[in-house]
């Protein structure tokens, strides 16, 4: 079991920045990939972002979102930077021992999510 918690969300202004963190616990979980997801109101959940050895990024994020890990600290960050107002949502971090689910819009364990608003 792992569980995980989101944080670092809040209102930014567009061209702002926010680091998310997801912090993990539970047995072996420095040996999951972990993935950030995204829903808007209204919207379906998409993909963001997922490191597993190696890191994958959505096409809206490239350039502008950065996924880390911290294995000491059994955390994960997404370091988000030019936000846009269309980066309004909320922000969860999942985890999985298989990299292609988080890929596929899935995960084993979720967190509760954090809410990202971005203003105009």
């Known amino acids: 079991q792992v569980q995980l918690v989101e944080s670092g969300g809040g209102l930014v202004q567009a061209g702002g920045s926010l680091r998310l963190s997801c912090a993990a616990s539970g047995r072996t979980s420095s040996a999951y990939a972990v993935g950030w997801f995204r829903q808007a109101p209204g919207k379906e959940r998409e993909f963001v972002a997922a490191?597993?050895?190696?890191?994958y990024y959505a096409e809206s994020g490239k350039g502008r979102f950065t996924i880390s890990r911290d294995n000491a600290k059994n955390t994960v960050y997404l370091q988000m930077s030019s936000l846009k107002p269309e980066d309004t949502a909320v922000y969860y971090c999942?985890?999985?021992?298989?990299?292609?689910?988080?890929?596929?819009?899935?995960?084993?364990?979720w967190g509760q999510g954090t809410q990202v608003t971005v203003s105009s």
């Open positions: 999942a985890a999985s021992r298989s990299t292609a689910r988080l890929l596929q819009n899935e995960g084993d364990y």
């Open positions: 490191s597993g050895g190696t890191t």
